[in-house]
C-alpha cells in the first residue's frame, strides 16, 4: 500500500520546516548562541551542528538513493555506535567552528535534503519499505524533524523563556 502523501508534499514540508528553523534562529539573541544552557553545557550553536550532522546522514542516504548507489557509512567514524560518542564526535567536530558557518550549514542541509529527494521517483518517496531504514515506512510519511521538534525545541524555548525574563 502507497503512501497518501506526495514528494511534492514532502519537498513543501521541508522548505516549511526550514522557514521554522529560520524563525526559530531569529528569536536568539546572537550574543547568547555560544553560551551554554539550551543544551546542558552546549550552546545553540552546538545544538544546530548537533541537528545538522544527524541529517547530514540523512541526506547522503538518500543522495545515495537517487544516484542508485550503495547505502553510505555514516560521517562518523565506524567503531562510533552509541548516540552519545557520536553527539561527541559532532560536537568535537564542529566547536571550533565560527557561528556563521555552523548556522550556514544547518540552513543549507534543507536546500540539500530537498535537493536529494528530488532526485528521488515519486515511487521511492511514497513506497512503504523502500528504504531499510524507514523499515515498513513510507518516506513521504516520516518526520524527518522530529529530532528536533520533539527532543531539542522544547528546552530551546524554556532556555529562551529563562533568557528573556
Known amino acids: 500500500m502507497s503512501s497518501t502523501k506526495t514528494k511534492a508534499n514532502l519537498l513543501a514540508r521541508i522548505e516549511e520546516e526550514r522557514e521554522h528553523w529560520q524563525r526559530l534562529v531569529a528569536k536568539i539573541d546572537p550574543a547568547w548562541m555560544e553560551e551554554p544552557g539550551p543544551m546542558g553545557d552546549w550552546s545553540f550553536k552546538d545544538l544546530a551542528a548537533h541537528i545538522t550532522g544527524w541529517r547530514e546522514r540523512t541526506i547522503a542516504r538518500f543522495e545515495a538513493a537517487g544516484r542508485g548507489a550503495e547505502v553510505p557509512p555514516p560521517p562518523w567514524p565506524s567503531h562510533l555506535v552509541e548516540d552519545d560518542e557520536v553527539n561527541n564526535w559532532i560536537y568535537q567536530q564542529n566547536k571550533d567552528r565560527p557561528l ?15 535537493t536529494a529527494i528530488a ?47
Open 100 to 114: 556563521r558557518d555552523v548556522l550556514q550549514d544547518a540552513d543549507a542541509s534543507y536546500q540539500r535534503l530537498a
Open 119 to 165: 532526485s528521488l521517483s515519486e515511487e521511492d518517496v511514497t513506497t512503504p519499505g523502500r528504504f531499510p531504514a524507514l523499515e515498513d515506512q513510507a518516506l513521504a510519511d516520516v518526520d524527518l524533524f522530529g529530532h528536533l521538534h520533539e527532543e531539542h525545541e522544547p528546552a530551546i524555548h524554556a532556555w529562551l523563556a529563562n533568557r528573556q525574563g
